[in-house]
Nanobody
């Protein structure tokens, strides 16, 4: 069993910044890819950014240049630094991790409950 717990969401004015964190715990041998996704009211969940275990990153076009994803493998934690926030960034942000619970098995996707980010004046 793996738990992902997000933190750092909140209300911020347009142009402001927030830093999200997501810590994984439980039965973890290693974590492969990690990422952030978001879901706005009435919309489908969409990819925001991903990062591999070696630090290769990928971003949605809408956040490239404004958001930065990073991870601390020793802490099983992924971060999302969000700058120059816009009202359209308002959503529930979920973290995802591809977790290997053992050294011999495959990876399983795990999701956090989400943290609300609201960008409004």
């Amino acid at each position: 069993q793996v738990q992902l717990v997000e933190s750092g969401g909140g209300l911020v004015q347009p142009g402001g910044s927030l830093r999200l964190s997501c810590a994984a715990s439980g039965r973890i041998f290693r974590i492969a890819g990690m990422g952030w996704y978001r879901q706005a009211p009435g919309k489908q969940r969409e990819l925001v950014a991903t990062i591999t275990s070696t630090g290769v990153t990928n971003y949605a076009a809408s956040v490239k240049g404004r958001f930065t994803i990073s991870r601390d493998n020793a802490k099983n934690t992924v971060y999302l630094q969000m700058n120059s926030l816009k009202p359209e960034d308002t959503a529930v942000y979920h973290c995802n991790a591809e977790v290997h619970p053992t050294s011999w098995g495959g990876a399983y996707p795990s999701w956090g409950q989400g943290t609300q980010v609201t960008v409004s004046s």
